[in-house]
């Protein structure tokens, strides 16, 4: 499986961990930034691209926040690979959604932010 993490370059942390896991992931992966996606041909409003992260798999499967973090790990070597799988494992989707929520409503106090984000606090 290959895809494209999708991430708000808006965003100091978001970027900042975009850039880990473009150097982490496997060849034939890729990040972008979510304004440089053709919105049509992704099947994503700019809503959407502005809500969370996206994996955009080769197959056209889509999925979106802690989803598109753990299928973005899983493509990169161990021990990351194996962390994405424990994220994505159904006992651990609600704490996983949770912590990406957690995550997601702070980033702008996160490691690598400039205490900006492009989008408001929720």
Known sequence: MTGIL????????????????????????????????????????????????????????????HEAIAAGMKECGQPYAAAGTVLAARPLRPISRRLYALVARNRHKLPGSDGTCGLPER
């Open 6 to 65: 999708v991430y708000d370059a808006d965003c100091g942390f978001c970027t900042r961990s975009a850039k880990w896991a473009e150097r982490h992931m496997r060849d034939g992966n890729a990040v972008a930034a979510s304004y440089t996606l053709n919105q049509e041909a992704v099947g994503l409003t700019q809503a959407q691209l502005d809500e969370k992260a996206w994996w955009l798999d080769d197959d056209g499967t889509k999925v979106g926040g």
